[in-house]
């Protein structure tokens, strides 16, 4: 890292509120800046500092007008000089990891908020914030029910404000992203009435005063998430003509940023379609060893015939937690800090946008509420009957276990399990996608590949599936945001190469319009793969695949280039 110029330094001064002059001999404090950067992360998003678990910010609203964005930007741009006030040079390590982590951060959510102007264009993140926050509150008990019902009150009463603050910012969205924000907005005006409401008048326990000004908050919630899904289809849905492709150069930037990758755009797609085409030739391989008189969908087809009921998609995937549970331990792939298990929940309404399963898990510095909630998205009610099916079929028996296992044991879970390991705050607050859900997906393939499943092709066919899912992910979103697809293009990618049903396909498709980076389950994998070749390279007959993957999570989730500096110091090697 470069020292700062005179310019830069000026800047840096006054960004820093110092008078007089600055002596040769000091020297930035890294710990008390990592302090400031997260005070003013947590204070613009009150909601992820309750999820960290830091409950000052529990009774604190986001505030998302045009001159709160304009705030944040001009923050984020004063830490940013700050962060060129560090020498490198001087710096411990581990401390150097987090300054190019933090570096990292700043420039990424720049990007987002000043050049591609999210804020302008996305209608979701508005009305899902309300659901969001007030979900955090309720779900888990780090206080006393009457006290976190005063939180969830405090809370209600932001949520017209944002609605108002949706209608002044968002104007020319794309037409994908409006539809979601529909989906979203409808659900939260069932959440707030039904669920918020339910647990509310529990938590109150009978005071009345307590239940009354919650009432009040809730109702005019709720009337403002009407309000937003009646103005988001009658007036932004006609209006939303925007186009959500960011364009080859913000891609490739936030692939520097947010992962540390810097291949070029056309490299890293032939790595994508690679991987696409070999996954593929093994489905069909493996679903010829099932059944050599159907076609390959046909056979991934037959396997989904074994699909839950709506009335029993919770309890299928509850199902397969231990035996899975049960296969680590007994082959020593990881260590499990924790005998606590996750709970199986419906994915909240407000978190429904394009999203089957997901893990929800209490923050780094929570020390009260331990509850983890493994989230599995119903079919929603208004849906008739060949979507519902479709959409159940996705959670057959074979498909539901490699979800598990990338979700709970040993994916998501068990890397969270690990956080009390993590070695400084930055890590334990940050991570990104190519190291998180790139470790969830490579656990999938990997156990299979230490027998799980017992060599059956079905099980197989099933890793192979989620493999191809993540496949088409990489492709789509680098064509959706650089070469032009439309999300019907991408639908088709889904169905043909993925063996997707088609109302999932374009669930699929559709997330890469506002995720254009979901190629770092695929891409995190691979780097996975190479990064423990390389470590069983370096350490010989002391490797161990439990010591590889406990040395891993013991890192916390760095990106994979800081993550192989960490592990194989000095080591060059490319990272694919």
């Not at 790595?271 to 059944?291: H, M, P, S």
């Amino acid at each position: 890292m470069r020292n700062p110029s005179p310019r830069l330094a000026s800047g840096l001064l006054l960004a820093l509120g110092l008078t007089g002059c600055m002596k040769k001999t000091e020297l930035p404090n890294l710990s008390a800046f990592v302090d400031e950067y997260y005070d003013s992360a947590f204070a613009w998003s009150p909601s992820a500092g309750t999820a960290a678990g830091f409950h000052q910010y529990d009774k604190q609203s986001e505030d998302r007008s045009a001159a709160a964005y304009q705030k944040r930007i001009a923050t984020l741009e004063a830490q940013k000089l700050r962060v060129e006030a560090f020498q490198p040079a001087v710096l411990k390590p581990q401390e150097a990891t987090d300054l190019q982590v933090l570096r990292n951060s700043i420039d990424a959510e720049l990007l987002d908020l000043k050049t591609l102007e999210t804020w302008k264009r996305n209608p979701i993140d508005y009305v899902g914030s309300s659901g969001n926050a007030v979900d955090l509150i309720m779900k888990r008990e780090f206080a006393p029910a009457k006290e976190r019902l005063q939180a969830v009150t405090a809370r209600l009463a932001g949520a017209p404000a944002l609605v108002a603050a949706m209608q002044a910012n968002v104007q020319n969205p794309p037409k994908e992203f409006t539809d979601l924000a529909i989906r979203v907005a409808s659900g939260s005006v069932g959440f707030l009435k039904g669920d918020v409401a339910r647990w509310a008048k529990d938590a109150a326990a009978g005071d009345a005063q307590a239940l009354a000004d919650f009432q009040k908050a809730d109702d005019a919630a709720t009337l403002a998430m009407q309000d937003a899904a009646q103005w988001l289809k009658a007036d932004l849905l006609p209006r939303s003509k925007g186009a959500y492709a960011i364009g080859a150069e913000n891609f490739a930037k936030k692939m520097l940023y947010e992962e540390m990758v810097d291949l070029p755009l056309d490299k890293l797609l032939a790595v994508g379609q690679a991987n696409l085409d070999k996954d593929y030739r093994a489905f069909v391989e493996t679903a010829k060893q099932i059944n050599p008189k159907l076609a390959p969908a046909d056979v991934m087809k037959s396997l989904e015939n074994e699909h839950p009921t709506e009335a029993d998609l919770l309890p299928a995937a509850r199902r397969t937690v231990e035996g899975i549970r049960a296969f680590l331990l007994e082959h020593r792939i990881v260590t499990i800090p924790s005998e606590v298990r996750p709970k199986i929940e419906e994915t909240p309404p407000y978190a429904r946008v394009g999203s089957f399963a997901s893990m929800d898990t209490p923050g780094a510095y929570e020390t009260k509420a331990t509850e983890a909630f493994y989230y599995i998205t119903p079919p929603e009610h208004e849906w008739d009957a060949k979507h519902k099916e479709e959409h159940l079929r996705l959670y057959n028996k074979f498909v539901m276990q490699m979800i598990t296992i990338h979700e709970a044991f040993p994916g998501h879970y068990t890397q969270f399990l690990w956080a009390k390991e993590f070695p400084s705050k930055v890590r334990k607050l940050s991570g990104p996608g190519s190291n998180v859900e790139g470790w969830a997906h490579y656990t999938e393939q990997m156990l299979l590949e230490e027998g799980y499943g017992g060599g059956d092709p079905k099980i197989h066919l099933a890793q192979l599936s989620e493999a191809l899912l993540r496949d088409c992910r990489y492709v789509n979103g680098i064509m959706l945001h650089t070469q032009g697809w439309t999300v019907e293009q991408g639908q088709k990618l889904f169905v043909e190469k993925g063996f997707q049903e088609p109302a999932n396909a374009f669930e699929e498709s559709r997330r890469g319009a506002y995720n254009p980076t979901y190629l770092y389950y695929t891409l995190g994998k691979l780097m996975i793969y190479k990064l423990r070749a390389d470590y069983q390279l370096a350490n010989k007959s002391s490797y161990s695949l439990r010591g590889f993957h406990d040395e891993f999570l013991r890192q916390g989730p760095l990106p994979l280039k800081l993550m192989r500096e960490a592990l194989l110091p000095g080591n060059k090697a490319p990272l694919l």
